[in-house]
Structures are given as C-alpha cells and as structure tokens.
C-alpha cells in the first residue's frame, strides 16, 4: 500500500482508540497529512475513579497502515 487515504487514517485510529481505550465515543477534530505520515487529533471520554472527564489525543498512522504513534493528555 503505497498511498493511503485520508479515510482510512481516519478510521485506522478511530478502531485503535476503540480497543485502547475502551470506548464507542471518539470525536476526531482533524486529520492532516504531514510528510509521510497521517496525524489524527480529537478527543474520547475516559472514567477517572467514576467520574468523566474528557481526554485528547494524537495518533500518527504511517503509510502502512501501523499506528507508530500517541499521545494523551486530560482537557
């Protein structure tokens, strides 16, 4: 797979947040392609000690398809 799409960034990071974090609800914000690597940014709710609180995210996927990176910081 040479070229991937800007969709399939899309949804690559949204399964691997869904495993991850354990959750249906992420709310991708943007996704932009920088150099050879697609970068998702958003956010996904996470339960600290039963209370909700909102976290956001950055995945970077490569061209394969491989998350190679994340990055998670509470709002």
Known sequence: MNSMSKEL????????L???????????????KE???WIIR???PIDLEGHPWAEKFKVIVD????????????L
């Open 63 to 74: 061209q394969k398809g491989k998350v190679i990176s994340t990055d998670f910081s509470l």
């Open 42 to 44: 958003g956010t996904c």
């Open 35 to 37: 150099k050879e690597v």
């Open 9 to 16: 960034a899309h949804q690559i990071a949204v399964d691997f």
């Open 18 to 32: 869904k495993k991850k974090r354990n959750t249906e609800k992420i709310d991708v914000s943007e996704v932009e």
